[in-house]
């Protein structure tokens, strides 16, 4: 058992895309499992190391941490746009992946992914944030599913179908996470902030309208046949379902704590 074990694990790490595999923590998921093996620990342990402390301050970290994640996403935002939709060469809705192009444009589209694929590990600071500050309310079972659910699915995409039709997806979160963190980096001034922030309610909607995008656009890509893993697509198809599926709920929950508050 342990010989067939460590036949599947050497497959594992000896498979993938040649010009991502030898990325920072891509060629075998090691890191990317201590990462949320710590993370569902600190989910766990955390709000009880703080039960009994006062919750931090941390409105100039906050400002700061946002700040910085809200470049970040606009960064590889531009990146994934200059090597696709910028890109005469390049099909937008069904581009193949090709492991063997080197050119420039292709391999700086592999190194956008990479840097989105280790943006997730900085996201984990989203939930660190939530437990020190003890706004345990916020560490739903959504809130962890998607953080942990997502630097799996991107080192999947990273080491095995970077490129090519994969740039959909990232280019579609960065944008909606550039105006997720511009909300919480304007919260973070305190309340006096609110009455700029009137179009919260619309961020949920647009997180949902991406899972309806990028479902849409990976049937086109299984659907017009371009070279692509279809096994990883499918799963992707069953992620946006399930995350479709969460984040309606937390806006239907939302929604009629709302307009319960409004009657009462």
């Known amino acids: 058992m342990l010989q067939l074990l460590s036949d ?13 595999n030898e990325l920072m923590f891509v060629k075998e998921p090691t890191v990317v499992i201590c990462a949320a ?6 989910v766990t342990v955390g709000p009880r190391l703080m039960e009994k402390r006062n919750p931090l301050q941390l409105r100039n970290v906050l400002i700061g941490y946002n700040f910085c994640s809200v470049l970040f996403s606009v960064w590889m935002m531009y990146e994934f746009l200059v090597c ?7 099909d937008v809705m069904c581009q193949d992946i090709d492991e063997k192009d080197a050119s420039p444009l292709a391999t700086r589209l592999v190194r956008a992914h990479w840097w989105y694929f280790m943006s997730k ?32 699915l991107q080192w999947c995409l990273v080491k095995f179908v970077p490129g090519g039709a994969s ?9 909606i996470h550039a105006l997720m963190y511009s909300y919480y980096m304007l919260s973070a001034f305190g309340p006096h902030m ?39 697509n499918i ?8 995350l479709l599926y969460l984040f ?11 307009r319960k508050e409004r009657k009462d």
């Open 235 to 242: 799963l992707h198809l069953g992620y946006m379902m399930s």
């Open 84 to 90: 696709s939709f910028f890109n005469t060469n390049f």
């Open 167 to 175: 740039y959909f997806g990232p280019l579609f979160n960065c944008f």
């Open 121 to 152: 590990f900085v996201e984990f600071l989203d939930t660190f944030f939530f437990v020190v500050r003890k706004k345990n309310n916020q560490i739903s079972f959504l809130h962890v599913y998607h953080h942990v659910s997502m630097l799996a």
């Open 8 to 20: 599947h694990w050497q497959t594992l790490v000896n498979s993938g895309d040649i010009r991502s």
């Open 248 to 258: 309606n709920q937390f806006y239907s929950q939302a929604f009629n704590k709302q």
């Open 37 to 42: 093996i710590g993370y569902l620990v600190m």
């Open 194 to 232: 609110q009455k700029y922030l009137w179009w919260k309610k619309y961020l949920t909607k647009m997180q949902m309208l991406q899972f309806v995008s990028i479902f849409l656009y990976l049937v086109n890509v299984l659907r017009q046949g371009c070279k692509y893993w279809d096994a990883f």
